[in-house]
Every structure is written in C-alpha cells, then in structure tokens.
C-alpha cells in the first residue's frame, strides 16, 4: 500500500468541490490533510465547516490566505492588519495552526516601500499570532506578481524579514512553482532550515509552455520544476511535514475532480 | 525641439511595418537607432535591407537576437553554434555591432547545466565575433521565461559569465522589463558597468495586470517598472548608449503603428 499520511490537498486545487465534498473525497484517497482556502468556507459558514474538519481525521495544515499589506494609504494598511486578525480568527475556529501570507503589493510606490510595509505589518501581528498560538509563513512569489502579488519574490527576501523579527511565529513556505528558478534556492532553504522557519512546502509544476499567469498550473511531473530535488533540500534542512499539492488549473478545475484526485496520487507517488 | 538622437525603435516594436515603412517611420519622428530582428529581414532579404539601413541615416543599435544554445542534444547545440555564427554574419552586412543573445533554456536538464552550455557556447563564438568585430549582448530575462527561453534570468548570472569570460566582445543587455523585481539590480548594474560591460539598454513596461506571458507588455509609464530609476543606475555606471524601445503587444500592434510611435515619443519624453 502507498502511503498518502503526508500528502495534503488543499481546497483551491479541487476548487469546483464543496468543502464538504472535498472532505470526503480527500478522505477517500487516503490523504492525511487539507489546506483550507477561505473562499471554500463560504457555502457552510465558519462553524459549520469548523465542525466538517474536526470530525474529518484529516490534518488541518494551514489556513490560505493573509497578506495583501502594503498600501500608499495608511488607512488601507490599518484594515489590511484588522482583516488579517479576523483570517487568525479563523485559523482559530478551525483548528489550522499556520495561515500563508500572500503579501501583497502596491504598484503606486517601489517594491522596497512595499517590503518594509509587510515586514512593519508582520510584526504588528505577532502579538496577536503569540495569543491565538497560529503561526505566520511568508510565500515568497513568483517575480512575474511582483506587481501587485507580492513584493517578496524570493526566499532571501522572507529569510531576511524572518531573521530580523526572531519569532517562532513567522516562517516561511515554500512552493516550488514560485521558486524554482532561483540559482540561491539550495542555500537559502538551509538556511530557512537553520531557523528552524520552514512551515509548509508546496508542490506543483511549471508547465511548457505556460499558457496564463495565473491558473496555468500543472500536475507533479508534467513540466520543468525539479521537484523531488527540492524535496530533497527541503527535507535535509529538516522539513519533515505536510507535502501540499497547490494547483490552480482551469483546464484541471473543468475535468472530474475524483479522476485528478488520482491522478495527483500518481503524480505524488511518482514525481514528488 | 526634443531630442530623440538617443531613441532607437526596435523592429518588433512596430511589427505590422515592413522594413522599408518603419525605416520611414523611425526618421520621422526623429529617432537615432533601430534594432532589427532578424524576422524583419525577410520580406527584403538581407541585402535590400542592409542598402536601405545603409542609406537611412539610422544607426544600427543591435540585432536580434542569437542564442538559444542549451539542449540535451550534443547535435542540436552543435546547429546552434552554427546558426548563431550565420547571425553573426548578418550583422555585419548590416552593420549592427551588437547581437542580442537570447540564450536558452532546455526544460529535460537542469537550469544549471544549461547556464553551463551557455557559457560554454559564448566562448566558442568569441573568435568568430573578434573577426566579424561583432559583440554579444547577454539578456538576462524574467524569471517566468525560465522554462524554455532562457536560463539567465538575473544580472548577477550574465556578470558572472562576463567576467568570467573576461572578453571585449561579451556583454549585457539590460531590459528593464526582465530585471525590475531584482532586490540586487542596483548593484548587478554598477558591477556590469565597472566591467564596461554594459552594452544595450532596453525600455518597456509592467501592466498591471498582465495578461499574457509574451505580447501584453505596456508603453513606458503605463505599469509599474521604475524606468527612471533604472536608467539613472545604467547612466551612473557609465552607460550613454541608445535607449531602446522594445515593446511586444498584441493590443499595441492592432492600431495605427505612426500613432504607436507618437505614443513612444510622449511616453519617452514624459517616463524614460
């Protein structure tokens, strides 16, 4: 028998299934978690799904997505902090000790302005992760949202910002898709490893060619990522949790979702 | 009277205009340079084309492009050399003293090795480029071209071969476009320039949102690249050259190419 205990599906990767739909076929596969996307909690409401996740067996692993806090206004920015203590909020109710952050950015000022206003709004949240015990990871992303994603597009960006605020709460998570092509990825993954600050690893792959920015994802093994080379760097810098497979895929979404259930089993077994 | 003495229009630029209208064009308004690709040469042919950029008081900035060197098949970089050699004989019957390397990438292998076939195939066409007194201009372009068009995809990895290298005729092409979102970019162009290795400057833009991978990039001033401040880092690093407006756009292209280049003209004057 395959194991499938460390292999965590999250919600936006089978986006046309119900969460608790999603659950069950989750289960089904053996899966041991789900990554939660806040837009699969608004069919059943918070608790409701809280209750779906509770009872399901499965790990809840984190919680997508925070972030989005840079701004040229300091009012936007103070409601992106307030919006972000209601994701920890969630986080809460449903048991998901890890929230991602997708950290925005404005493309009305530099992507150093933007940088310091995520760091500044990182640390505002620390206080409030510390009491809710829920953990923040930094997602760098790919440079190609550099323009209103995220101004951290690389993994020594979210390194440095992790190592200048010292908290056990804000790590990092690594998706290969976003950085793959990055010649200092070895290095600064051990050394997000010393840190003990790697908090989730994401898998998919980079299709050739891409045919949108977007939701071009493709399955493991389909494109030009060096997954399992990633894995292996991950995992010798001491990761050892949840392996997440993220794929936002039209082309993936129209087909029947039990089917890519199966297929991402293969993929996992084969090319992770 | 402005001055676009340092205006050069890239043939691609003005796609729908055969090579003898966008000449015109180009004088028109008054620009200094053209850089021709080479798809530009085929309804004339070399020769006609090479009389008429002769005869048209432009200065020939570049060609492009050559490159695309890796591949997992010894034959295959062997034709590449061979055809890159047959680019380098078109610029001098143009008179271009540049050819812009667009240099590759081959998903089967490894980013790594295909740096190494790059560099490895540079190095067998100096020769050849000191003969013809033709220089190569290494593009480090984005990250999201990684996968097919090329595995330089920061300045840091064109100086690291430039200096390595350590000849007159290899340089770097910087297009703003491909390098905005480099945390390192200020000091990769200071290094480049202090090496005299600046050879070409590219302008563009951003759009916010970007919709495609290839054709949607913007007229300078319409997305969020900071143009100014990247010319300002090439200026003080020693660079005077032509400033080039390399523009691909499925949108740009469908309208009337002289009010494209009017376009140009404002966007050059008001955002470069």
Known sequence: M???????????????????????????????????????????????????????????VSLCRGGFFPSTSAGERQKALDE???????????????????????????????RGQIEDAIAALIPYC?????????????????????????LAQANDIIQRLGSPYVGATIDVYHVWWDDRLETEIARCGKMNAIFSFHVCDWRCPTR????????????????RQIRQWVEQAGFHGMIEVEIFSDELWKGDQM?????????????V
Chains 1, 2 share one sequence.
């Open 84 to 114: 972000n203590r209601r994701v920890i909020d969630e986080a809460v109710a449903l048991g998901a000790p890890l929230i991602v952050l997708v950290c925005g950015a404005a493309p009305g000022q530099s992507l150093q302005e933007s």
């Open 212 to 227: 949108d920015l977007l939701n071009d994802r493709g399955l493991m093994g389909c494109g030009c990522v060096p997954i």
């Open 259 to 271: 089917e890519l259930l199966q297929q991402i089993q293969r993929a996992y077994r084969e090319c």
């Open 130 to 154: 510390e009491q809710a015990n829920v953990r923040l990871g930094i997602e760098p992303l790919h440079p190609m949202y550099a323009d209103t994603r995220s101004a951290i597009n690389t």
């Open 2 to 60: 395959d194991d499938f205990s460390r292999l965590c599906i999250h919600t936006i990767t089978t986006k046309p299934l119900r969460l608790d739909i999603a659950i069950g076929a989750y289960q089904q596969i053996g899966a041991g978690g789900i990554t939660v996307w806040r837009d699969a909690l608004i069919p059943l409401g918070l608790q409701e799904s809280a209750r779906l996740l509770t009872g399901s067996g499965l790990e809840v």
